[in-house]
């Protein structure tokens, strides 16, 4: 009897690993551009995300700046969650179409729609990708991204990896 239950408890234990397994990717991060010595540098409207990546370098960006003219420094912009609704005000659809670096909304389910239409606002939009983590769209190229989370699992494993393909997709936008 005691042996039975051992025997259970193992394979309890052995289906939990491999559940927890199947629930997080485990990715490289990004190593960083081929260019010796340089960092990404991204311009940040919100809260600084938890990544794994020590080459990326956060900048502050206000909406205000975005409207005046941003700095050539910046690689791209990230717009997390708590402004989204104020990044689709429809003066900044302009900014988006015309620039010279992607903009990646992180968190939205509404992809680039709210953004890119001056006409829509964010409450306007219905949820278009359930599984979406983030948006990237370029405006210079019209270029849009969606990244998920791997089995639609949301933690930090899952979470880090979805930044590590951004930042591969901005490196590449530069080669």
């Not at 964010?122 to 991204?145: F, I, N, R």
Request: charged share 25%; aromatic share 14%.
């Amino acid at each position: 009897m005691m042996k039975n239950a051992m025997v259970l408890f193992c394979i309890c234990l052995m289906l939990m690993v491999c559940k927890s397994n199947a629930d997080s990717v485990d990715t490289p991060p990004y190593e960083g551009p081929p260019f010796e010595g340089r960092s990404l540098v991204i311009g940040l409207i919100g809260e600084t995300p938890n990544i794994r990546e020590e080459n990326i370098d956060f900048e502050e960006v206000t909406f205000k700046q975005l409207e005046e003219g941003l700095s050539s420094d910046l690689d791209a912009i990230f717009i997390t969650k708590e402004f989204l609704v104020e990044a689709s005000n429809p003066q900044y659809a302009k900014v988006y179409h015309h620039s010279d670096i992607p903009f990646f909304y992180i968190e939205s389910k509404k992809s680039h729609v709210p953004f890119t239409i001056e006409e829509l606002s964010y409450a306007d939009v219905p949820d278009l990708s359930a599984y979406a983590y983030a948006t990237g769209y370029y405006g210079e190229e019209s270029h849009y991204w969606e990244y998920g989370l791997y089995n639609d699992v949301r933690n930090e494993s899952n979470i880090q990896d979805v930044y590590s393909r951004i930042f591969t997709t901005i490196e590449s936008l530069q080669l």
